[in-house]
């Protein structure tokens, strides 16, 4: 008899199992809220191997998405998932990620995107144009957020051999690197103050969209001659020689 009762159960996970693993994906998307701002293209596929034709957030595009989803996960109502995206022929970030999602947070976890600088800046207020060259590498440890909050995020972004032309210049300005976190809700990025332009600065971009940050160029013998002209577009230097940004 128990030996019975064993099989049939096991009959009954197996059944479930492949009736969760069977469902469209364009359906399975709908039983989880999303952030406002995070906008799916066309999903296809099922559960288990999905495709997004894009994905926006507050603008920004992401093409070509592929997702293997871990089976014991769909169990769970908590798939994780293997993610990529982009490719190198296209414009957009690439990379990957791993994916877990519940019914009312998204994390992230060991997670790489490479995107041009140039793509980046149209969505950074900026006092004068500039037009930004070099590759950004954001990697992710983890990243935790709900609908409409951040709360935990580790990681690190490198723009490397930083370059832009503004005012009819170009100006180099090596590597520069940012650490990523959760501040007040929204996600952190705060630039490393070991740079050559002196910069000391912290961005905030909160789920809704909205950009925001303050900081400190304080410029030194290593600044960019180049750059030195555009200064007076930030105001007067405070007593300690530093120009304040804040966006």
Not at 49 to 64: A, I, M, R, W
Request: aromatic share 8%; with cysteine.
């Amino acid at each position: 008899m128990k030996s019975k009762l064993a099989l049939a159960g096991v009959l009954v996970f197996l059944y479930l199992f492949f009736v969760v693993a069977l469902i469209p994906a364009n359906v399975a998307v709908g039983w989880f809220s999303l952030p406002k701002a995070l906008k799916l293209g066309e999903v296809k596929g099922s559960v288990w191997q999905s495709e997004v034709s894009s994905l926006s957030f507050n603008q920004f595009d992401v093409q070509n998405i592929t997702a293997s989803v871990n089976p014991w996960s769909l169990l769970l109502l908590s798939p994780s998932a293997d993610i990529t995206f982009g490719e190198r022929l296209m414009s957009g970030p690439q990379g990957k990620a791993y994916v877990t999602l519940t019914a009312n947070e998204l994390m992230l976890s060991d997670t790489t995107i490479n995107i041009a600088a140039g793509e980046i800046v149209p969505f950074i207020p900026l006092p004068i144009p500039v037009e930004a060259f070099g590759g950004v590498v954001l990697d992710i440890k983890q990243l935790s957020i709900t609908s409409n909050e951040c709360i935990h995020a580790s990681g690190t972004i490198h723009w490397r051999r930083s370059a832009v032309m503004a005012l009819e210049q170009n100006i180099e300005f090596g590597d520069l690197k940012a650490s990523i976190r959760c501040q007040n809700k929204m996600l952190a990025l705060e630039i490393d103050p070991k740079n050559r332009l002196g910069l000391t600065y912290t961005a905030l971009l909160s789920l809704g969209g909205k950009v925001s940050g303050q900081g400190y160029l304080k410029p030194g013998s290593d600044f960019p001659t180049a750059l030195k002209q555009a200064l007076p577009f930030l105001g007067n230097a405070d007593a300690q020689g530093r120009y304040p940004l804040k966006f």
